[in-house]
């Protein structure tokens, strides 16, 4: 995963990890766990119908282990969704693991996968809803962790933003910037680079906006993901 969320490009890890996947021929499960982040990959690649492929291909077998299936669909079947760009299918399997992890009380898994179920129903027009769900993730006690707290800030200020609360949507936003740029986590800081942009722009501060989308689009090429530079490109549209 460290592949997928840092700096190494995306078709250098692919080829890596694609010859893994052929190395372990004779490991099921461990093609099945290197398979998750070959598939987010695929994904940030352009390659929407191999990253389903591949998450096709292992899904019957994640289903004999407890704990790896919600890994797998979590970092798995939910991410991929998303990035592809079916919400509806990323939301229903974000529910869904959520609420496994919940029964298992893993709660560092639940509020993951609870902050990515924000997102998409944040994207899928509900930020009421959205702002309600991460509310109750504070609720358990997930360990620190840098993914929780710039996705939640980021999801947070675009929920905001969409409420029309801008004044404090930008402070949530810059903050995550903030937590984000020295790190090379490439796409947590582009993602929090794109709501700020989003905020900047419904406060009609038009030329930040620009240079905060210009910057993420740059953070996303220079990894690599092609799909999040596109809807970048098209946001700024």
Same mark, same amino acid.
């Given at each position: *995963? ?28 461990? @093609? *099945? *766990? ?78 993951? %996968? ?26 358990? /006690? ?39 740029? /020295?790190? @090379? ?9 794109? %709501? ?42």
């Amino acid at each position: *995963m460290v592949l997928v969320e840092g700096p190494t490009p995306v078709s250098e890890a692919i080829e890596f990890l694609e010859a893994l996947l052929t190395e372990l021929a004779n490991d099921p499960l461990g @093609q *099945m *766990m290197v398979s998750v982040p070959l598939a987010n990959l695929l994904a940030m690649a352009g390659r929407a119908d191999d990253a389903r492929d591949l998450n096709a291909r292992f899904r019957a077998q994640a289903q004999e282990y407890v704990y790896l299936r919600m890994q797998f669909e979590l970092f798995g079947s939910g991410r991929v969704e998303f990035r592809t760009g079916d919400l509806l299918a990323a939301e229903k399997t974000t529910r869904a693991t959520a609420d496994r992890a919940a029964a298992v009380e893993d709660h560092w898994a639940y509020v993951i %996968a609870a902050i990515d179920r924000a997102r998409v129903v944040c994207d899928l027009g509900r930020p009421e809803e959205c702002l309600d769900i991460l509310e109750e993730t504070l609720q358990h /006690p997930a360990p620190p962790d840098f993914e929780i707290f710039v996705k939640r800030e980021t999801t947070r200020a675009l929920a905001l933003a969409r409420l029309g609360e801008l004044e404090k949507a930008q402070r949530v936003a810059r903050e995550a910037v903030e937590y984000a740029s /020295p790190t @090379q986590f490439l796409g947590y800081h582009a993602e929090a680079l794109v %709501a700020l942009a989003q905020v900047l722009r419904r406060q009609s501060r038009i030329s930040e906006a620009v240079a905060a989308l210009n910057e993420a689009v740059s953070l996303y090429e220079r990894k690599g993901d092609v799909a999040a530079a596109a809807r970048t490109v098209t946001i700024e549209e």
